[in-house]
């Protein structure tokens, strides 16, 4: 078998040793093998993965690991959920997914943090690891791996993959001379620091990007050689420019990288850094926590021995905070070792609070159990991802997400359900009949016809719903899928509402059966919503779905068939007994006295 692509090197030798090897994933042990300099103007490592998620439906998902030193709030869920959206999502096309999140544990701000609380740092990582593990178990996270750096498969991973640098040539000893940020654990160009003032009036230099107080250090450490990389790095951009998504963020690294890339110090001195892990060979020294931190995401998958089959198809989602370290190092880093590079890199905006960024210190910091306690975790997620646009920053604040959840969940969605499904409208409470005779296919074919030309319009977005919304979920577009949906869900309830299906006669066989005919398109329809929204709102989507009487296993991407009597085909479903839980889908949401909103039983629409 050969490769389906262009191999684009005059190197003979490459050309030959590559096409040895017929399966992507042995492809590694070529790269390991090769000379650096070969590897690095091998264009093939490069585009070889395009696609290869679809060809093996294996898909690996990751979400940044989470810093221990602050307890987690709504932003670090809204980049979990938005992880979990996609792996649900890949799990119901039916995909082989893994989707890995965890906790960063190494640095000096977390042994500052350690420090603080008088705690000893492995106890003090492994407490506030817990808490996020706990927030993600509310959250309805299904990560299938939970990583801790200070775990020994971690380390291994991390000293091999320093190795690996090291005899490739990519690791030298030298001086780094220049700013630094703990809080950011970035080191900075002078470029990248300007003047300011702190509490006490002090004059300081902070970082132009986060604010954070930076420090000029010298030190004796190891340096990776990053300038090699740059026109690398661009020239992958370049010729992938769907990497990064949304593509303004691809942008924002092209730009960066038409600057100067300077070498990256890769070491701290064990002076300074205890809490980290050391450099093989060189106790002196501990390795950078953003190159420990970055590896991870290969221990996961079993790195050195084991990563083959799903390092092709990893797909990372971090907030634009930490693009730098995720589109410039560890691409140059996995260049380095011979890795393939990432096959998307999803970047999403901040969460703002009533304005203003999320800060200990100004005391808004949202805390993701209480709003789960608040809201309940499918009214959350919803909000999340509903709000969430991954360009711009966005703003919480209690009132906006009552009101969401109430209009969208409650009134509509949870309207429609009650309406369509009502015992007043479906006495034998079974999936109904659908009667093409007031529905044909072909407008111009009955005299009993009854639907009109909106009703078309509406089985044709419903129709069109599930490609629209892969498209948005594939560009990490969530909130223009629920859009989507939720425009549709306004067009069933309007097409209930125009038909009201309460004026019918049941005693009237006509009458009847253009009654099941209303209902039977209404429940299509939210089988479809049912189906669209598990990636978002597990918790609803079943409830909707099990009222429908629709089994688990027909809850897949592959079930998104509608209304398949319009064409003529048969309808399994017809006559199948309704689920029994006639409770509300999702109880309106009230504003206490205490601003604190509470969650009411009333519902807004009744069912007729
Ligand atoms: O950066 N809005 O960890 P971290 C939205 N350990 N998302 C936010 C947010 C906000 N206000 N604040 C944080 C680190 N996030 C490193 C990562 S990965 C190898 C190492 C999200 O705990 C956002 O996704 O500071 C951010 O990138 C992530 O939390 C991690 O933040």
Redesign the pocket.
């Known amino acids: 078998m050969k490769f389906p692509f262009c191999i684009l090197t005059s190197n003979r030798t490459i050309i030959q040793r590559l096409s040895n090897y017929a399966f992507y994933g042995r492809l590694q042990h070529v790269q390991h093998s090769m000379p650096s300099k070969c590897i690095k103007h091998c264009p093939v490592l490069r585009c070889v993965c395009t696609d290869i998620s679809q060809r093996t439906k294996a898909y690996y998902i990751t ?5 221990v030193n ?1 307890s987690p ?4 869920v ?2 979990a959920v938005t992880a979990d959206c996609l792996h649900r999502y890949k799990l119901l096309q039916g995909y082989h997914s893994r989707f890995a999140t965890g906790t ?1 544990e190494h640095g000096l701000k977390i042994q500052q943090a350690a420090d603080k609380a008088d705690k000893d740092p492995l106890r003090f990582c492994t407490e506030v690891s817990e808490s996020f593990r706990n927030v993600f178990q509310r959250c309805g996270i299904l990560y299938t791996d939970y990583i801790r750096t200070t775990e020994k498969r971690h380390r291994q991973a991390v000293e091999h993959f320093w190795m690996v640098l090291h005899s490739k040539g990519f690791i030298y000893k030298g001086t780094y001379e220049g700013w630094y940020s703990t809080p950011d654990e970035s080191f900075l160009t002078p470029t990248q620091v300007t003047d300011s003032t702190d509490s006490m009036g002090r004059q300081i230099k902070v970082s132009t990007e986060s604010g954070h107080k930076v420090e000029w250090m010298k030190e004796d450490n190891y340096m990776f050689r990053l300038s090699e990389f740059r026109e690398e790095l661009l020239q992958w951009f370049r010729s992938n420019p769907k990497t990064i998504q949304p593509v303004k963020f691809q942008h924002l690294v092209l730009q960066l990288l038409e600057d100067d890339l300077p070498d990256l110090s890769v070491s701290r001195q064990k002076s300074r850094l205890q809490w980290g892990i050391s450099v093989p060979g060189d106790p002196e020294q501990t390795i950078y926590v ?1 190159l420990d ?2 590896v ?2 290969l221990t996961v998958v079993g790195y050195p021995q084991n990563h083959s089959q799903w390092w092709t198809v990893v797909h990372h ?6 693009l730098k ?2 589109a410039v190092y560890w691409p140059a880093f996995l260049l380095a070792a011979g890795l393939p590079l990432p096959q998307t890199i999803y970047v ?5 609070v009533e304005g203003k ?2 800060s200990k210190s100004l005391g808004n910091v949202v805390n993701p159990q209480a709003a789960v306690e608040k809201f309940t975790m499918d009214g959350l997620r919803y909000f999340l991802l509903r709000q969430g646009v991954p360009d711009s920053d966005c703003d919480y604040y209690d009132d906006k997400v009552i009101k969401l959840c109430n209009s969208e969940l409650a009134d509509a969605l949870g309207g429609l359900l009650n309406r369509c499904t009502a015992p007043s409208l479906n006495p034998k409470q079974v999936y109904p009949e659908f009667c093409n005779t007031f529905f044909p296919k072909d407008t111009s074919e009955g005299l009993d016809e009854k639907a009109v030309s909106e009703d078309y319009r509406m089985v044709e977005a419903v129709s069109l719903l599930p490609v629209l919304v892969e498209q948005h979920l594939e560009n990490l577009h969530v909130y223009k899928a629920l859009e989507a949906i939720s425009a549709c869900v306004r067009l069933t309830n309007g097409f209930i509402q125009r038909h009201a299906p309460w004026k019918l006669d049941q005693n009237d066989t006509k009458d009847k059966q253009w009654l099941d005919t209303i209902l039977h398109v209404s429940l299509e329809c939210l089988r479809m919503y049912g189906i669209l929204l598990q990636p978002v709102v597990p918790g609803l989507a079943d409830k909707i779905l099990s009222r429908l009487g629709v089994k688990p296993e027909e809850r897949s991407w592959d079930s998104l068939k509608f209304l398949v009597k319009h064409d003529g085909r048969d309808c399994h479903l017809e006559g199948r007994a309704l689920g029994p839980d006639m409770g509300v889908l999702f109880s309106r949401l009230e504003r206490s006295q205490g601003r604190t909103p509470k969650t009411a039983t009333r519902q807004k629409s009744k069912p007729q």
């Open positions: 979400t940044p690991i989470f810093y602050a709030h709504i932003g670090h809204y980049t960063d953003w931190a970055l991870n995401y989602v971090i907030g634009k905070d930490i370290f995720h999403h905006s901040h969460w703002t960024k999320m």
